[in-house]
């Protein structure tokens, strides 16, 4: 086994772990602080991948900025004096248990069927060069548009969203 792939294996266990402390956390504070760390498990998941650019996004934009945004709302909003739609909701609870175990089948099945069909390899080329700016930039404008421009309309419906929610918190 190579440096890369236990480095690989190394990372992804501290990013599943991570992301089930995130979600089984009760304090949103602690567990914002978890969701720090698997960024950053999955910013070395990039790099042990050849694609150094996107390892260097997500450290900047995800453990960076988006982190502060979110210890920003959460101290703003006080979560511990929300009270949760599960509490007293049997129904909900059941539901979301039933929604979880559906997700998480169709995920074992996408795994399963993608290492069953995929039986050709990338080129070590070819993987080098998705991590580059200037190929991400145009597979970007090129190939994945209609994407891309979905993304950016979904951006703005939720900046014009956040700004209305907190307009009406503050009246």
Request: proline share 2%; glycine share 6%.
């Amino acid at each position: 086994m190579s440096l890369e792939t236990i480095l690989f294996y190394f990372f992804a266990t501290i990013c599943a772990v991570t992301a089930v402390l995130v979600v089984s956390r009760r304090e949103p504070v602690i567990s914002a602080l978890f969701l720090v760390l698997n960024f950053a498990a999955l910013a070395g998941i990039y790099v042990t991948l050849f694609a150094q650019f996107i390892a260097v996004v997500q450290v900047i934009v995800y453990a960076g900025a988006i982190m502060v945004l979110f210890l920003f709302v959460i101290m703003l909003l006080r979560p511990e004096k929300e009270k949760s739609i599960f509490s007293g909701n049997p129904t909900l609870q059941k539901l979301s248990i039933g929604v979880g175990v559906l997700v998480f089948a169709q995920l074992i099945y996408i795994i399963i069927a993608g290492t069953v069909s995929s039986g050709k390899s990338v080129a070590a080329e070819q993987r080098i060069r998705t991590g580059e700016v200037e190929f991400i930039g145009r597979e970007l404008i090129t190939n994945y548009l209609l994407p891309f421009e979905a993304i950016a309309f979904l951006l703005l419906a939720a900046t014009i969203g956040a700004l209305v929610i907190s307009k009406k918190k503050f009246e």
